[in-house]
T-cell receptor
C-alpha cells in the first residue's frame, strides 16, 4: 500500500527492555521524522533524517536511537524503556525542498509498565 | 517559554458557530505557517498553509498570519460536527530546514 505505515500500532513493554518502532514510506521522500505526542506538550521532535545515513537530533532525543540505512525505512529504538517514554509516537515524511508538508503515519501507542 | 504557544482548550461550540483558533510564536525566522487537523487516534493531516502575512481562504476555513505580532489564527465558519478534532499549528522554514515546530494542539468539539 502507498503511504507511510507504522508498526506495531500498539505495544506494551516493561521498564528496561529494548523496543523498536518501525516506519516505512513508499513515496521516496528524502526527509523522515519521529515525533512523540503527549498531553500538555503536543508533538515534539525526537529525531529526523534528511536522507539515508543522515540523521540528527530533535528536541527530545535522549533515550532513543535511530538509523536509516534505506530511504524508505526509519526505525526508532528505545534502548532501555522508561515509564516516561509512554507516549504516542508518530513517524512522518516530507519532500526535500519547498513547503515541508509532513505526511504522518497512524501512530504507535507505546505503554511502558 | 515554548517556541510556539497554543491554547490546548478544550473548546466546545454549537454547530454553525464561527470558531477561532490561535497560536503565538517567538522566533521571527519562521517562514511558513501551517494548520494540521488530527482526528482521534489518527495521525495529523495538513489542513492549510501560508507563506506570508495576510489571509488565505479555503472553503469554510481561513488562515490568518500577522508576522508583526507573531500571531496566527484559523477561523472555521459554519462549523460542523465533522470538524470536531484537535487542531495543531506548525511553523517552519528556518534556514531552509524541513523541520516543523508544533503547537500543543487545541481540542475542538462541535455540538449538534
Amino acid at each position: 500500500d502507498a503511504g507511510i505505515t507504522q508498526s506495531p500500532r500498539y505495544k506494551i513493554t516493561e521498564t528496561g527492555r529494548q523496543v523498536t518502532l518501525m516506519c516505512h514510506q513508499t513515496w521516496s521522500h528524502s526527509y523522515m521524522f519521529w515525533y512523540r505526542q503527549d498531553l500538555g506538550h503536543g508533538l515534539r521532535l525526537i529525531y529526523y533524517s534528511a536522507a539515508a545515513d543522515i540523521t540528527d537530533k530533535g528536541e527530545v532525543p535522549d533515550g532513543y536511537v535511530v538509523s536509516r540505512s534505506k530511504t524508505e525505512n526509519f526505525p526508532l529504538t528505545l534502548e532501555s524503556a522508561t515509564r516516561s517514554q509512554t507516549s504516542v509516537y508518530f513517524c512522518a515524511s516530507s519532500v526535500k525542498q519547498g513547503i515541508s508538508e509532513a505526511f504522518f503515519g497512524q501512530g504507535t501507542r507505546l505503554t511502558v509498565v | 517559554q515554548k517556541e510556539v504557544e497554543q491554547d490546548p482548550g478544550p473548546l466546545s461550540v454549537p454547530e454553525g458557530a464561527i470558531v477561532s483558533l490561535n497560536c503565538t510564536y517567538s522566533n521571527s525566522a519562521f517562514q511558513y505557517f501551517m494548520w494540521y487537523r488530527q482526528y482521534s487516534r489518527k495521525g495529523p493531516e495538513l489542513l492549510m498553509y501560508t507563506y506570508s502575512s495576510g489571509n488565505k481562504e479555503d472553503g469554510r476555513f481561513t488562515a490568518q498570519v500577522d508576522k508583526s505580532s507573531k500571531y496566527i489564527s484559523l477561523f472555521i465558519r459554519d462549523s460542523q460536527p465533522s470538524d470536531s478534532a484537535t487542531y495543531l499549528c506548525a511553523m517552519g522554514g528556518i534556514q531552509g530546514a524541513q523541520k516543523l515546530v508544533f503547537g500543543q494542539g487545541t481540542r475542538l468539539t462541535i455540538n449538534p
